[in-house]
C-alpha cells in the first residue's frame, strides 16, 4: 500500500515546502505528483496535509508519516551506500585490474582461441542468454557474431568495462546485445528468466563460486542450459622447462588465492556445476597447443594472452612477498622464450555445460 515513492514524496514536500518545488526536485509534472498524492491518501484513508491560506501543512497522521519516512529513506540511503562500498571492494579484489592493457589481453585471448572455446557456442533462434561478467565485451563480440538471432543480456560489476563493451557493440553495429551493469550474486531478475546462461572467466575470481552458480541457477529456466569457461593454472607446461617461468606462475595463483580466487578452478568445473544441482554435466578440456609453426598463437595467446596476464600481477606479486622481483622477471623472460623459435607452450581450458531440470 505504502511505496518508496510515496515516502519520497512526502519527504521532499517537508523539505522544500511546496508541492510545485517538489515536482521539480523530484522531476515529475505537478498532475503527476497531485496523483501520487491522491492515490496515497485514498490507499490509506487519511489526509496527509491539509491546506490553510494557499499554505501546505501535515496533519497529524502526515507527521507520523514523515517521521516514518525519514527513517526508512535514511535506511535505505545508508544501505545503498554499503552495498555500494562492497562492490567497490569486489573490483579492488580483481587482480587483473581494468588498465588498457588488460582490456588489449581481454580481447587478444577471445580473438586467439576464438574456435577453439567456441566453435560448438550455439543456441538455438529466439533464445535469450545471459552472459555473466562479459567484461569489456571481448567474448560477447564472438558469441554474439556467431549467434545474430539470439538475444544476448551481457552483465558486469565495472562500469568502466561495460562503456568498453558499449562502444565496442555499436562500432560493430551488433543489435542482439543489451550490458548491463550488474553484481552476479544478486542479479536484478526474476526466477527462470533466461532460455541460457554463459559464463567466462568469471568463477575463478570469486570466492563463493557455489553462490554464483546458485543465483544463475535461479534465473536460468527449466530445461535451459549454464556453460562455463575456465582456465586452469596448473595444467601449464612448456618447452624449454623453468623453475623461474613456473615460480612466476604459481604467483599469479597464489595471488589470487589470496584474493578468495582459485586460478587452477578449471578441473573443479565439474563437481561445482554437479553439486549446484545442474544435471547432464559434461565437461570438456580445450588444449591450447603452440609451437612456431602456428605464429598467430605464438603471438595471440603465448605472449599476449598468458605471458601477458601473468606480467600483470608482478608488481602486486612482489610487493605482497609472493616472490621477489628478480625471479619474476627472470621467469617472465623464460615464459617468452618459450614463444621463441623452437620453444613450445600448452595450456586446457576447461568447457563445462550443465542443465537446469
Ligand atoms: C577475466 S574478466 C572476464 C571478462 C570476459 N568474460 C572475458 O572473458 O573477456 C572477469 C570479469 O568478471 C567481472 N566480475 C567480477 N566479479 C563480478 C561479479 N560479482 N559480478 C559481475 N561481474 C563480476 C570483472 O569485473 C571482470 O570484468
Same mark, same amino acid.
Given at each position: 500500500?505504502?511505496?518508496?515513492?510515496?515516502?519520497?514524496?512526502?519527504?521532499?514536500?517537508?523539505?522544500?515546502?511546496?508541492?510545485?518545488?517538489?515536482?521539480?526536485?523530484?522531476?515529475?509534472?505537478?498532475? #503527476?505528483l497531485? /496523483?501520487?498524492?491522491?492515490e496515497?491518501?485514498?490507499? $490509506?484513508?487519511?489526509?496527509?496535509? /491539509?491546506?490553510?491560506?494557499?499554505?501546505?501543512h501535515?496533519?497529524?497522521a502526515g507527521?507520523?508519516? $514523515?517521521?516514518?519516512?525519514?527513517?526508512?529513506l535514511?535506511?535505505?540511503?545508508?544501505?545503498?551506500?554499503?552495498?555500494?562500498?562492497?562492490?567497490?571492494?569486489?573490483?579492488?579484489?580483481?587482480?587483473?585490474?581494468?588498465?588498457?592493457?588488460?582490456?588489449?589481453? $581481454?580481447?587478444?585471448?577471445?580473438?586467439?582461441?576464438?574456435?577453439?572455446? /567456441?566453435?560448438? @557456442?550455439?543456441?538455438?533462434?529466439?533464445?535469450?542468454?545471459?552472459?555473466?561478467?562479459?567484461?569489456?565485451?571481448a567474448?560477447?563480440?564472438?558469441? @554474439?557474431?556467431?549467434?545474430?538471432?539470439?538475444?544476448?543480456?551481457?552483465?558486469?560489476?565495472?562500469?568502466?568495462?561495460?562503456?568498453?563493451?558499449?562502444?565496442?557493440?555499436?562500432?560493430?553495429?551488433?543489435?542482439?546485445?543489451e550490458?548491463?551493469?550488474?553484481?552476479? =550474486?544478486s542479479?536484478? =531478475?526474476?526466477?527462470?528468466?533466461?532460455?541460457?546462461?554463459?559464463?567466462? =572467466?568469471?568463477l575463478e575470481?570469486?570466492?563463493?563460486?557455489?553462490? #554464483?552458480?546458485?543465483?544463475?541457477?535461479?534465473?536460468?529456466?527449466?530445461?535451459?542450459?549454464? *556453460?562455463?569457461?575456465?582456465?586452469?593454472?596448473?595444467? *601449464?607446461?612448456?618447452?624449454?622447462?623453468?623453475? #623461474?617461468a613456473?615460480k612466476?606462475?604459481?604467483?599469479?595463483?597464489?595471488?589470487?588465492k589470496?584474493?578468495?580466487?582459485?586460478?587452477?578452478?578449471?578441473?573443479?568445473?565439474?563437481?561445482?556445476?554437479?553439486a549446484?544441482?545442474?544435471?547432464?554435466?559434461?565437461?570438456?578440456?580445450?588444449?591450447?597447443?603452440?609451437d612456431?609453426?602456428?605464429?598467430?598463437?605464438?603471438?595471440?595467446?603465448?605472449?599476449?594472452t598468458? *605471458?601477458?596476464?601473468?606480467?600483470?600481477?608482478?608488481?602486486?606479486?612482489?610487493?605482497?612477498?609472493?616472490i621477489?622481483?628478480?625471479?619474476?622477471?627472470?621467469?617472465?623472460?623464460?615464459?617468452?622464450?618459450?614463444?621463441?623459435?623452437?620453444? *613450445?607452450?600448452?595450456?586446457? =581450458?576447461?568447457?563445462?555445460?550443465?542443465?537446469?531440470?
Amino acid at each position: 500500500m505504502i511505496e518508496i515513492r510515496h515516502l519520497k514524496l512526502v519527504d521532499t514536500v517537508a523539505k522544500v515546502g511546496s508541492l510545485t518545488k517538489a515536482a521539480e526536485k523530484l522531476f515529475l509534472t505537478q498532475s #503527476a505528483l497531485s /496523483h501520487q498524492l491522491k492515490e496515497l491518501e485514498s490507499n $490509506l484513508g487519511v489526509q496527509v496535509f /491539509h491546506r490553510v491560506n494557499n499554505q501546505l501543512h501535515f496533519t497529524a497522521a502526515g507527521k507520523e508519516f $514523515l517521521e516514518a519516512s525519514e527513517e526508512i529513506l535514511d535506511h535505505i540511503s545508508k544501505l545503498e551506500a554499503r552495498l555500494q562500498q562492497l562492490s567497490r571492494d569486489q573490483l579492488k579484489n580483481y587482480i587483473h585490474g581494468y588498465s588498457e592493457e588488460e582490456t588489449k589481453r $581481454l580481447n587478444d585471448q577471445a580473438t586467439s582461441i576464438s574456435e577453439l572455446l /567456441h566453435w560448438d @557456442s550455439w543456441w538455438p533462434d529466439g533464445a535469450c542468454v545471459l552472459e555473466a561478467a562479459c567484461g569489456v565485451g571481448a567474448q560477447t563480440k564472438i558469441i @554474439s557474431q556467431k549467434n545474430p538471432n539470439v538475444k544476448f543480456v551481457s552483465v558486469d560489476l565495472s562500469e568502466k568495462s561495460l562503456e568498453k563493451a558499449a562502444k565496442m557493440r555499436d562500432a560493430l553495429g551488433l543489435e542482439n546485445v543489451e550490458f548491463m551493469l550488474a553484481d552476479v =550474486f544478486s542479479l536484478p =531478475f526474476k526466477d527462470n528468466h533466461f532460455d541460457h546462461v554463459f559464463v567466462c =572467466f568469471l568463477l575463478e575470481h570469486v570466492a563463493d563460486p557455489s553462490a #554464483a552458480l546458485k543465483e544463475l541457477k535461479r534465473i536460468l529456466k527449466p530445461g535451459g542450459s549454464i *556453460t562455463v569457461i575456465e582456465g586452469d593454472h596448473g595444467s *601449464t607446461y612448456f618447452h624449454p622447462q623453468s623453475s #623461474a617461468a613456473l615460480k612466476a606462475v604459481q604467483a599469479q595463483v597464489e595471488l589470487q588465492k589470496g584474493n578468495g580466487g582459485n586460478a587452477n578452478i578449471g578441473r573443479e568445473l565439474y563437481p561445482l556445476l554437479t553439486a549446484a544441482g545442474f544435471t547432464d554435466v559434461k565437461a570438456n578440456p580445450r588444449v591450447v597447443y603452440v609451437d612456431d609453426s602456428r605464429p598467430d598463437l605464438v603471438e595471440g595467446f603465448t605472449r599476449n594472452t598468458f *605471458t601477458a596476464m601473468i606480467k600483470g600481477v608482478g608488481d602486486e606479486a612482489v610487493s605482497k612477498g609472493i616472490i621477489r622481483k628478480n625471479e619474476f622477471d627472470e621467469g617472465i623472460r623464460d615464459l617468452l622464450r618459450t614463444a621463441e623459435g623452437g620453444g *613450445t607452450f600448452c595450456y586446457t =581450458f576447461f568447457k563445462v555445460v550443465g542443465w537446469k531440470v
